[in-house]
């Protein structure tokens, strides 16, 4: 691990930003800024795992993976998915209030009698990370659930929209997908900033076990 600091003006943006690169053109810059998603995105289509959950429920209940999706069939008809009604105060910002129809899950009411391992498709979204691992255990994907637990994460829940995610927590969501990609050199960029500092022991913590090897 090299930390990089400095005060304003002493070189270190040109260093990591037009420096570095030349030497490594491989190098991934993990910082704070906005995914490139809507509304419509969760943590778990963030993860790649939406389709994966929706064939399992088609499967166990001989019917359409469509259904499963808040994009797609499965989306309730009053809040068109999105789980919120906005109100439209004249003098004021909008303000989002639970849809009425589906209590805020986004899926039609009659998608939600069908059952994976007696959870419904909206019980799984609203499971934290932490109840994931053990729901899922065994299953090829929980290595990144634990990687989310470990960076303290492990109290988001599957479906939350990543538009509500802080800074801090879309940094460190970012890094367990680059850590999937071996042999990179990955940046930083001002990794605590906006972070507890209980966040920050368990972000350094993290990355002390990623440089003793003992995080792949
Ligand atoms: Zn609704």
Redesign the pocket.
Known sequence: MTAVTGVAGSGKSTLINKVLPGFYPNITVVDQSLFATGIRSNLLTYLGLSDDLRTRFAKANHVSPKLFSRNSEGA?E??RGI?VEKIDLAFMDDIEQP?E??SGS?FKPEVLQYLYRDKNIADIMNMTVEEAIVFFAGEWYTGTFEILSKLGLGYLSLGQRLDRFSGGERQRLKLTKELKHSNKIIVLDEPSTGLHPSDTQKLLDFVDALVDGAIR
């Open positions: 309730c009053n809040c789980g849809c129809v589906c986004g």
